[in-house]
C-alpha cells in the first residue's frame, strides 16, 4: 500500500513531497510511545505519511487529515482505501486554517498526536491551533524545520523559510511545550522535524 501510494503520486503528477520510510516508521513509533488513539494531520498530499500513522492506531482509532487540493485528497482517499484504513482515517478537504476552528467547535479534540506538514508559511498559525486540540501529553510534531539550514538566515526570500523561522522562535518561546528538533540527512534533503509535547 505505500508503494502504490509512491506510485499514484507520480501517475497524478502531484509533487514526491511526501516524509521518506524511516520517518514515516519514526512517526509510528512516537504514535506508539504516547499511546495514541486520535491523530490529527495537517497536510495529506496522497497520504503516506497517514497510513504509516493511521497503522499504529487500535482497530477503533481515529485519524483526522486535512489537505486543501482535492486531487490530493481524492488520491489519498484510494490510497486509505487500498490500505484497508478507511475505518480509521477521514480526509477532510479545505484549507486548514478554516477547517482547524471546526475541529474545536465540533468537540473533535483533544487529540494524542498532531503532525504538521501543509504550506509553510502559517506553520506558527497551525502550532498555535495544535495547542488548542490538545490536552497535556500530547505530543506535537512538525516537518520540514530546518530546511538544509536555510532557517538559520533572518529574512530569507523564500516565505516557505520565513514560515518554519516563525515557527522554531514560536517553539522556543512557548512555554506550554517541552520541544526539541532532529535533523535528519536521508533519502531526501538535508531537513528536520520539530517534536514538541505538551506540558
Ligand atoms: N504529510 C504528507 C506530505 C504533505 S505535503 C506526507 O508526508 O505523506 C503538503 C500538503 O499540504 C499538500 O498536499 C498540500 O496540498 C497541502 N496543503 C497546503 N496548504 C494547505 C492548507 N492551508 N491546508 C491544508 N492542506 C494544505
Ligand atoms: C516541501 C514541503 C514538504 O512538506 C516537504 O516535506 C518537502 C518540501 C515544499 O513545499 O517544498
Ligand atoms: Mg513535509
Not at 498532531?114 to 504550506?119: L, N, P, V
Not at 501529553?137 to 533572518?154: M, Y
Not at 522562535?169 to 535528519?184: C, H, P
Request: proline share 4%.
Amino acid at each position: 500500500a505505500l508503494k502504490a501510494t509512491i506510485e499514484s503520486i507520480e501517475s497524478n503528477g502531484i509533487p514526491q513531497i511526501s516524509i521518506c520510510a524511516s520517518q514515516g516508521k519514526f512517526l509510528q513509533v512516537l504514535a506508539k510511545l504516547c499511546n495514541a488513539k486520535r491523530i490529527l494531520e495537517i497536510g495529506t498530499l496522497a497520504g503516506y505519511s497517514t497510513i504509516w500513522m493511521a497503522r499504529a492506531l487500535p482497530k477503533d482509532g481515529k485519524l483526522i487529515s486535512l489537505e486543501y487540493e482535492p486531487l490530493h485528497a481524492s488520491v489519498a482517499k484510494e490510497n486509505i482505501r487500498r490500505a484497508g484504513l478507511e475505518n480509521i482515517v477521514e480526509i477532510q478537504t479545505g484549507a486548514a486554517l478554516d477547517l482547524l476552528p471546526k475541529l474545536a467547535e465540533e468537540g473533535s479534540a483533544p487529540f494524542d498526536m498532531i503532525f504538521i506538514d501543509a504550506d509553510k508559511p502559517p506553520y506558527a498559525e497551525f502550532f498555535q491551533w495544535a495547542l488548542k486540540l490538545s490536552r497535556p501529553g500530547t505530543l506535537i510534531v512538525a516537518d520540514n524545520v530546518i530546511r538544509e539550514g536555510k532557517v538559520l538566515t533572518e529574512n530569507h526570500d523564500d516565505e516557505r523559510v520565513t514560515g518554519v523561522h516563525r515557527f522554531n522562535k514560536l517553539l522556543a518561546a512557548t512555554k506550554e511545550v517541552t520541544a526539541s528538533i532532529i535533523q535528519t540527512i536521508g533519502a531526501k534533503e538535508h531537513d528536520g522535524m520539530a517534536i514538541a509535547v505538551v506540558n
